[in-house]
């Protein structure tokens, strides 16, 4: 009984031998595949439904093409997606400006915007991902006091025009 022990204890230490060899194989293949994984996985980027993508390429700069939707590649450390919504977009802008009979007239102005697909590499070159903020409120400023300005003049043209045909000038 005593060589039998024996037998049982080294047939024991081999068997954990070949599962502690196994296990060490198994972890270095999944260390192996997580990292095969985390590398395919960085060359991907989506596009999700109302979207388009641009990539910035840091040695040539914004690429001409725009991305749909999808899954696309790139290349990963050097390229950048720059994801745009396409979608309308309502923003709402108030705008105060004075009338010819200097009164100050408060005026919101409701926007729908989307920006021009194809414009996109022009657009974030130029003047960024927020460019809503940057091009809207100047253009609905001036938008908005030309029509101030018609609407006092059309005013005062009517308000003439009443003066005359009932002769109270």
Known sequence: TKYALIGVIAVTRGAESAMQRLLTRVGVLGVGLATVG????STLY?????ERAVLFDRFRGVLQTVSGEGTHFLIPWVQ????????STPRSIPVTTGSKDLQNVNITLRILFRPNEQKLPWLYANIGQDYDEKILPSITTEVLKAVV??????????ECQHMLCTGSV
């Open 46 to 50: 989506n596009v999700d439904g109302g």
């Open 80 to 87: 950048l997606p720059i994801i745009y919504s396409i979608r």
């Open 38 to 41: 985390a590398a395919i996985n």
């Open 149 to 158: 300005v018609r609407m006092s003049c059309h005013y005062e043209r009517e």
